[in-house]
């Protein structure tokens, strides 16, 4: 999603805010800017479409100066196009805007009535408009912008240049993030601090409510009402950012492939020195008096937490509920003290799950987030972290996070059951020793290519896919749609395999394929009398099974795959490999983008 970054250098500063914005493209964009003063005249490049095409815009026009902002957008309001990509400005004023202005429109007409003149459909360009109307009325630079962002409601990471002030950057903050990165020659700005990396040897996470100035030697910092305040730059411990892709195709591939490593990397972290159990940097007291758990993330991180639901009932015995981010603040719950609210996010930075964190934090609750970049808002402002250590994921579908925070529940469910002493030792020495075996079984599911590739034939010129899954299974459904979706763009739904003939049976016909995920367990007998009744209508079974399962329903099935036997707590991760290969090579075979696909960013950070 959008991205910033900003540079005060005593060095020109166009190369550094080309490369960092490349930093900030794996988040997804559709166009990109930069703004720079230049012989004391703010001078901008925009381009619709790929970096590469402003990167060519500059090479063939450059723009050089010490201070400059840069930009990465992806539309909310308005099209893709070179004229809404940021920077925004006027003669006086540039702004690159993270965020929301939800007030746009009544400030545009107000602004409009007054004779200001708009260039573009975007809400971030009343920002630039109104700072420029209060400096017309004479206020100082500092004050324009401080009277501004008083005015403004909704969020905000934001970069100003002003051209009566060449050698000042201005910062501000208001629910989107923003780091400042100091450097020996100057200050950087980014709204990821991965771009910071190889550049900045300390940081500052600005917070909400903050306006800061930086030159080249000073950082002045403020809030909103003007009052002066102090802040400490910490030193950086910069995330080893994976910047190629080892030899694969794509991103994706290639994270896929890491999972045995990252599952055991995440499970090596919290193993105790008997390697009997997973111990968690959580109190004890914290844990024996929980009493339910309110689950709260978006897409990916979401279903995780439905699987963790399964898991979390049946081995702790403990009620547990899963929230979509965005609806939870909104459908006014009763929220119980007792309860832990547990937040879930790749980035720790989607907007909606932070917004939710909030809103439990003002209700009492304890916070526990589980993310995978540990300097992130979420993190910051949960009361404990369990990192899922996965490394940087690149591809816009998760896909190694996902596993990484499917392992971290497990572990936390473990944690919980032994809290509540529904589960006993020997049980839980099982599962871990089972666990430790568990990666060569991922990395043989993950190299049988040519399985998937035969399930990508089948589903090729397909519409409409439909995943079934009973118990947990139904939980895994909802992902592997999700991962079709999003990357092949083929229309792909999700349903608990006995609700099908409430409704969805009436869409099975020879024309619809039908994933089926019925590993053995309790359920497996029911899963496969569902499938039949799919079978009866002429639905195009792939079914993912164990050996039996397969030869049960080997003159129905169109494709069965078995997969080997192993513990049950254990199978959800174990499925998510074949759904997510099949996604892959599905997506490649119809020739899409499957690190970026269409219209889809890494990181949300609008509502
Ligand atoms: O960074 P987060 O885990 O909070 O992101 C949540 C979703 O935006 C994310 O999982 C999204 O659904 C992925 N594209 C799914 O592959």
Known sequence: MCGIFAAVNQNPVTQHLLTGLSCLSYRGYDSSGIAVIENGLIRRQRAAGKLENLRQLVEGNPIQGLIGIAHTRWATHGLPTEKNAHPHMTEEVAVAHNGIVENHHSLKLRLEAQGCEFQSETDSESIAQLITFHLRRGMSCQDALRVALQEIEGSYGLVVLFRQQPDQLYVARRGSPLVIGRSNDGYFVSSDENALSGLATQVYHLQDGELGRLSTSLFRLRDIQGNQKACRFVDFHQMHVDSGKDGFDHFMLKEIHEQPAVFER?????????????????????????????????????????????????????????????????????????????????????????????????????????????????????????????????????????????????????????????????????????????????????????????????????????????????????????????????????????????GPLALVDEHLPVIMIAPRDELLGKSLSNLREVAARGGRIILFSDKEGIEECRDFIVQGHALPPVHELLQPLQYTIPLQLLAYYTALIRGNDVDQPRNLAKSVTVE
């Open 266 to 502: 995440c499970l090596r972290q919290y193993l105790s020195e008997d390697q009997e159990r997973l111990e968690y940097p959580i109190p004890g007291s914290i844990l024996e008096k929980v009493s339910r758990l309110t689950i709260v993330a978006c897409g990916t991180s979401f279903y995780a937490g439905q699987v963790a639901k399964y898991w979390i009932e049946r081995v702790a015995g403990l009620p547990v509920d899963v929230d979509i981010a965005s609806e939870f603040r909104y459908r006014q719950a009763p929220l119980d003290q007792q309860s832990l609210a547990v937040f879930v996010s790749q980035s720790g930075e989607t907007a909606d799950t932070y917004a939710a964190l909030q809103h439990a934090r003002k209700r009492g609750l304890t916070c526990l987030a589980i993310v995978n970049v540990v300097n992130s808002t979420i993190a910051r402002e949960a009361d404990y972290v369990l990192p899922i250590h996965a490394g940087t994921e690149v591809g816009v579908a998760s896909t190694k996070a996902f596993i990484a925070q499917l392992t971290t529940f497990l572990g936390l469910t473990l944690a919980l059951g032994r809290a509540s002493a529904y589960l006993g030792a020997e049980a839980e020495r099982a599962l871990v020793a089972e666990m430790l075996n568990f990666p060569e079984q991922m990395s043989q599911l993950i190299s049988q290519k040519s399985m998937y590739s035969a399930i990508s034939r089948e589903l090729r010129h397909c519409s409409n896919a439909l995943f079934l899954g009973r118990g947990i299974s139904s939980a895994l459904a909802q992902e592997g749609a999700l991962k079709l979706k999003e990357i092949s763009y083929i229309h792909a739904e999700a349903y608990p395999a006995g609700e099908l003939k409430h």
